[in-house]
Antibody
Framework: EVQLVESGGGLVKPGGSLRLSCAASGLTFSTYSMNWVRQAPGKGLEWVSSISSTSSSIYYADSVKGRFTISRDNAKNSLYLQMNSLRADDTAVYYC???????????WGQGTLVTVFS | SYVLTQPPSVSVAPGQTARITCGGNNIGSVHWYQQRPGQAPVLVINNDSDRPSGIPERFSGSKSGNTATLTISRVETGDEADYYCQVWDSRSDHYVFGPGTKVTVL
């Protein structure tokens, strides 16, 4: 069974940093591109960042470019999102998702909540 | 940036048919997600009209011109959820979601 489990969410002050992790199991992680997608409270889905299977291609939404860094460790079957210079509008549930062609995610984790407040 | 449009809400009686539209300029392959309250999204239709394994046949997708449509036949109370369409914008190398449609089963 494919499982994606996010962790690392929590409370952080504006300007602070947080690192999210996504542990993958039940799939050959190294062969898949991966995404981070977020959802602010009561709002819709927003794509955040993508990374190819070998980390050779990385993309960011304009709203996080220059502040967030996506990475992966295929040996550990893990995906990461380093979030710096956090703002109140970064408050959201962050999901990791497995990419399939142009599909954001054919499999999703349950999400981890990030709250930025002073 | 590329924009997708969806109606904010659709209401339907049990057993009836719900149709949710998704519009965009020169729209490419469209994928649809169902998100029940408090849960992660689930892919219900990919590539305009393909249904992933495990998704009931009541869910179907189509596209005509610049508008894609998700159709839910014989609606059940368990179909009450938010539905999002999504495309890949090759000009920006960005994934794009529609704003979402809340389906209410009366």
């Amino acid at each position: 069974e494919v499982q994606l489990v996010e962790s690392g969410g929590g409370l952080v002050k504006p300007g602070g940093s947080l690192r999210l992790s996504c542990a993958a199991s039940g799939l050959t992680f190294s062969t898949y591109s991966m995404n981070w997608v977020r959802q602010a409270p009561g709002k819709g889905l927003e794509w955040v960042s993508s990374i190819s299977s070998t980390s050779s291609s990385i993309y960011y939404a304009d709203s996080v470019k220059g502040r967030f860094t996506i990475s992966r460790d295929n040996a550990k079957n893990s995906l990461y999102l380093q979030m710096n210079s956090l703002r109140a509008d970064d408050t959201a549930v962050y999901y990791c998702a497995r990419v399939s062609s142009t599909i954001v995610g054919d499999m999703w984790g349950q999400g981890t909540l990030v709250t930025v407040f002073s | 940036s590329y924009v997708l449009t969806q109606p904010p809400s659709v209401s339907v009686a049990p057993g009836q048919t719900a149709r949710i539209t998704c519009g965009g300029n020169n729209i490419g392959s469209v994928h649809w997600y169902q998100q029940r309250p408090g849960q992660a999204p689930v892919l219900v239709i990919n590539n305009d009209s393909d249904r992933p394994s495990g998704i009931p046949e009541r869910f179907s997708g189509s596209k005509s011109g610049n508008t894609a449509t998700l159709t839910i036949s014989r609606v059940e109370t368990g179909d009450e959820a938010d539905y999002y369409c999504q495309v890949w914008d090759s000009r920006s190398d960005h994934y794009v979601f529609g704003p979402g449609t809340k389906v209410t089963v009366l």
